[in-house]
């Protein structure tokens, strides 16, 4: 299965932008990007995905390089409650299965 | 409408005793998966099923197994439980279909602690 890189931890302030990258070098034409995040003690969430095109949702947005090995999540404002591991994810075509990696950490400051 | 639903939240089990886990996936999902979080290992796939088959099988010995009921509802059994086998089990479920790709929806999980 293709593997992403994330950093380990970033820091955010409340009400700014947040952009959480991942690098994805080996992504094959037919994985998708997926994200999810967790709070603690809670199960993963999921936050949003794409195949090749910029995507946006209520809860975030997803930017897709042109080569597709890399991309990034932003969260537009952050507020106290985002902050969680937020794990970058390849999925092998429709029928493929998550491969959870480390997640970057997100810490929010008031 | 009703997220995920695993039941039980909480189990205490004996070294080689066996376990079953219940997963209820949303209304009209068809694909539930299992995941097994632990602080070392962090999240790994277990297995899924879809239309009672399983499609995809991680990398865990044969003691851990599944089942996914006509209804989709799905159970997970571990047998012979050992001390390593604590962990927080969690289920997902999706739609399938159209050849399109969709994202999962996880229940809060099973916390299963192995004495």
């Known amino acids: 299965d293709a593997k992403t890189t994330q950093p380990n931890s970033m820091e955010s302030n409340e009400e700014e932008p947040v952009h959480l990258p991942c690098n994805h070098s080996?992504?094959?034409?037919?994985?998708?990007i997926h994200w999810y995040r967790q709070l603690p003690s809670q199960g993963p969430e999921y936050v949003i995905h794409?195949?090749?095109s910029n995507v946006n949702n209520r809860m975030a947005s997803l930017a897709i390089a042109e080569d597709r090995k890399s991309s990034t999540l932003i969260l537009h404002r952050a507020t106290l409650r985002d902050a969680a591991v937020y794990y970058c994810?390849?999925?092998?075509?429709?029928?493929?299965?998550?491969?959870f990696g480390k997640g970057t950490k997100l810490s929010v400051k008031p | 409408k009703a997220g995920v639903t695993q039941t039980p939240r909480y189990l205490i089990k004996t070294r080689g005793q066996q376990v079953t886990l219940s997963c209820s996936p949303i209304s009209g999902h068809r694909s539930v998966s299992w995941y097994q979080q632990t602080p070392g290992q962090g999240l790994q796939f277990l297995f899924e099923?879809?239309?009672?088959?399983?499609?995809n099988k991680g990398n865990f010995p044969g003691r851990f197994s599944g089942r996914q009921f006509s209804n989709s509802r799905s159970e997970m059994n571990v047998s012979t439980l050992e001390l390593g086998d604590s962990a927080l089990y969690l289920c997902?479920?999706?739609?399938?279909?159209?050849?399109?790709?969709?994202?999962?929806?996880f229940g809060s999980g099973t916390r299963l602690t192995v004495v």
């Open positions: 080996t992504i094959s034409g037919t994985d998708y």
């Open positions: 794409g195949l090749t």
């Open positions: 994810i390849l999925k092998g075509g429709s029928q493929g299965n998550l491969i």
């Open positions: 997902a479920s999706s739609l399938v279909g159209g050849g399109r790709d969709y994202g999962y929806t």
């Open positions: 099923y879809f239309s009672e088959t399983q499609r």
